[in-house]
């Protein structure tokens, strides 16, 4: 088989299954990615993560642990609390929203790092427009100035834990109500409102972001697909006009967000001809196996490799983390 590490799957239970390993070792597989069934404790979890590298040295593991409602892992470790509270935390006092942000970012990625996980799937830079199902206290704030200093502050406290971060969900999920995990949303907007807003944070951050998520939004007055399987979105705005050089991983294809490309390798060939460089299947095994079907079929691309976005050493000490846990311990028990 000649195919590229262009996939990122999950498994289903605490420990790898016979099945788990065969994928892992399937050349198509490029990462995996942690949900809530697949913890029961950080010693747990450690020992699956190095159980995952005797497989395959080189995979990128993953995990959505934004904080807030969006946590896979919780008993053992800090509850983060979600990001529209730093955001009214900034709006009291700026310095102190800044270094709250910081101090968390670091503390939700130190604690991943030491567990051996690559990344967390954050920061969220969508905008809070006060109506999306899906984004909603998520977002640091509904102001793109206000949110871009304060995700800027997050990813700083990642990258001291030696985290990379990734930036979601180009070019911005927060303005339509739809949740794309159960339906098609479509942004009425022109482009320019677009561009003045929800890219703000995006085209500033670039350079701080090792990887960006699109999202599974039709923005119908730009483009007729949605943003993860659109050249322009990915091609013309993320890479040319932003300048963005860092690895681009599509949403989650087994999302309704995404059904109305097509079944799994229809999906997957449109979302690598975008330009996306790894593509998630979450919760489908048949569609994982289809896609590294698709994938064993495909030319060689040009994509940036998700290894470079594997855990660094951090540079954080204990007294770092006290800080950071007594703060969010602070913030947790006014919510």
């Known amino acids: 088989m000649n195919a590229q590490p262009l996939l990122m799957l999950d498994i289903d239970g605490l420990e790898l299954t016979a099945e788990d390993k065969e994928l892992l070792q399937h050349p198509g597989t490029g990462g995996l990615i942690f949900f809530s069934r697949n913890y029961s404790s950080r010693e747990q979890i450690t020992a699956l993560a190095k159980s995952i590298r005797a497989v395959r040295p080189e995979i990128l593991i993953a995990v959505d642990q934004e904080g807030g409602r969006v946590q896979r892992f919780r008993d053992g470790f800090v509850r ?23 101090l968390l970012g670091s503390l939700m990625a130190a604690e991943l790092v030491s567990c051996g996980i690559d990344i967390s799937f954050a920061p969220v830079l ?29 990813i700083d406290g990642m990258a001291a834990a030696g985290m990379a971060a990734t930036g979601k969900h180009f070019p911005g999920h927060g303005f339509v109500q739809a949740d794309s995990h159960l339906e098609l949303p479509i942004d009425t907007r022109e ?3 677009i561009e003045s807003q929800d890219i703000v944070p995006f085209k500033a951050l670039a350079a701080k972001l090792a990887g960006i998520m699109p ?38 294809l087994a999302m309704e967000g995404a059904a109305s490309v097509g079944n799994y390798a229809q999906r997957t060939e449109a979302a690598l001809s975008a330009g996306c460089d790894m593509v998630l299947v979450c919760n489908d095994r048949a569609g994982a196996i289809e896609t590294l079907q698709c994938l064993e079929s495909q030319p060689k691309r040009e994509v940036v490799s998700a290894t470079t976005m594997l855990a660094k050493n951090t540079s954080i000490n204990s007294s770092m983390l006290a800080d950071a846990t ?5 913030m947790m028990e006014t919510v």
Do not use: C, N
């Open 80 to 102: 983060i609390p979600p990001m529209r509270m730093l955001g009214e935390t900034y709006e009291q006092d700026q310095q102190v929203g800044l270094q709250h942000a910081q």
């Open 126 to 154: 969508d905008l809070d427009f006060g109506q999306s199902s899906v984004i909603g206290d998520r977002s640091f704030h509904a102001d793109p100035f206000r949110a871009t200093q304060l995700a800027g502050a997050f």
């Open 191 to 193: 482009f320019s409102e």
């Open 215 to 252: 999202a599974h939004v039709v923005y119908e007055k730009v483009a007729a697909e949605p943003a993860g399987f659109s050249p322009f979105w990915l091609q013309k705005i993320l890479r040319q006009q932003l300048g963005f050089s860092g690895v681009i991983f599509s949403d989650d």
């Open 326 to 330: 007594a703060i969010a311990q602070a």
